[in-house]
């Protein structure tokens, strides 16, 4: 009796350890953040990888609707309005579907974040669709990488990439109307940013003459501030 309970105790640890196995995901997922604009972009997607196949045409069909990474599907976070494809696309959590084809790809923002098949896919959920051109590249990316690229305060590239197909997607964002309405509103308070607002209304192409009489202050309030005084002399030769 004491043996068989000996051997259900080890019976039953072998099944909690087999249990409690954790193996590295053959399509690791990435969860990219990127501050852009006044807010971010937040993009998760799984990173399947070439292992020798031959990917476009064959594991990822060309003219097929695809979740665009595998496993779970791949979303986008926008944190505020982005407009893409020339359409205004609100703050909120979308998914980003392809259609790979051998010269180009259609890259779809969708209101649907769930899809992981072809047949899940429903058309009518497209917010927009923008057509990018395949660029060929002489190194392979063996891990399927989506990433930012070319960051400015108001406009972005998301690069899809893969074996040796690249593929871009513009994004822009309209900051200067919130800016100047912060900036209005800020500059009446007890400590008003003179320096930030003047520097922004200078590089902007905003009125120099009220930039220069926020330098002033500037300047004022902080007499030995070099920084300031470099950007005071920008603005009078301006």
């Known amino acids: 009796m ?33 501050d852009f604009g006044l807010s971010s972009i937040e993009l998760v997607y799984s990173r399947p990888a070439v292992k020798g196949r031959k ?46 084809g051998k010269k180009s790809w259609t890259i779809i923002i969708s209101k649907q974040t769930d ?14 669709r923008v057509t990018s051109d395949v660029n060929t590249t002489k190194a ?7 990433q930012f690229a070319n960051v400015k305060p108001t406009s972005c590239d998301l690069y899809i990439m893969w074996d040796k197909s690249v593929v871009v997607l513009p ?21 008003p940013p003179y320096f930030q607002a003047a520097m922004y209304y200078m590089e902007n192409g905003k009125d120099l003459n009220q930039a220069l009489t926020w330098f002033n202050k500037a300047a004022e309030a902080q007499p030995d501030a070099f920084w300031v005084q470099h950007q005071w002399a920008n603005c009078l030769a301006k």
Do not use: H
């Open 2 to 34: 004491k043996k068989l309970l000996i051997a259900a105790i080890a019976a039953c640890s072998f099944i909690i350890a087999d249990a409690q196995l954790k193996t590295p995901a053959p399509s690791p997922t990435q969860t990219v953040k990127q």
């Open 115 to 128: 899809v992981t098949s072809p047949a899940a896919y429903k058309k009518d959920m497209d917010l927009i």
């Open 171 to 191: 994004i822009a964002t309209d900051i200067d109307a919130k800016i100047m309405a912060n900036i209005n509103e800020v500059i009446k308070g007890e400590k």
């Open 55 to 100: 990917i476009f045409g064959d594991i990822v069909p060309f003219d097929a609707v695809w979740r665009t990474g595998a496993n779970s599907a791949t979303t986008l976070t926008f944190g505020d309005e982005v407009t893409i494809g020339g359409t205004k696309v609100p703050a909120g959590k979308y998914g980003l579907l392809t259609i790979p």
């Open 140 to 146: 392979a990316t063996e891990s399927f990488t989506i």
